[in-house]
C-alpha cells in the first residue's frame, strides 16, 4: 500500500521558517516527479513547487520564488520544501504528491498519490 506522509507544519510568525517533510512508502519513487501543493477552505488546491526524479529540475509558483526551496532524498524516498520569509498567505494545507511525468505540473489530476496534507498557519 503506497503512503505519503507530510509532517513540519505548524503556527509561525510572519518572517518565519518551517521546513516540511514527506515520507513515502510502500513503494519507491526515486524515478518520480515530487510535488508540493496546498489549499485553502473554499478555494481550490494550488500548485506550489515540483521536483524532477534526479533534482535536475525545479518548478515553483511565483509567489513562492525566491522564498521556497523544494528538495529530495531519492535514498531516504523523501522531499522536503523549506520555507522561508513566510507571510500570512502562506496559510494553508500543504500537500506533497507524486506522478511519472515532466509536464503540466499544475495539473492536480495528473498526481498519482498524495499525502494527507499538514497545516501551516503563519500569523502577521
Known amino acids: 500500500q503506497v503512503q505519503l506522509v507530510e509532517s513540519g507544519g505548524g503556527l509561525v510568525q510572519a518572517g518565519g521558517s518551517l521546513r516540511l517533510s514527506c515520507a513515502a512508502s510502500g513503494r519507491t519513487f526515486s524515478d518520480s516527479v515530487k510535488g508540493w501543493f496546498r489549499q485553502t477552505p473554499g478555494k481550490e488546491r494550488e500548485f506550489v513547487a515540483a521536483i524532477s526524479w534526479d533534482s535536475s529540475m525545479r518548478y515553483y509558483e511565483d509567489s513562492v520564488k525566491g522564498r521556497f526551496t523544494i528538495s529530495r532524498d531519492n535514498a531516504m524516498n523523501m522531499v522536503y520544501l523549506q520555507m522561508n520569509s513566510l507571510k500570512p498567505e502562506d496559510t494553508a494545507v500543504y500537500y506533497c504528491?507524486?506522478?511519472?511525468?515532466?509536464?503540466?505540473?499544475?495539473?492536480?489530476?495528473?498526481?498519482?498519490?498524495w499525502g494527507q496534507g499538514t497545516q501551516v498557519t503563519v500569523s502577521s
Open positions: 504528491a507524486v506522478r511519472r511525468v515532466w509536464s503540466n505540473l499544475r495539473r492536480t489530476y495528473e498526481y498519482d498519490y
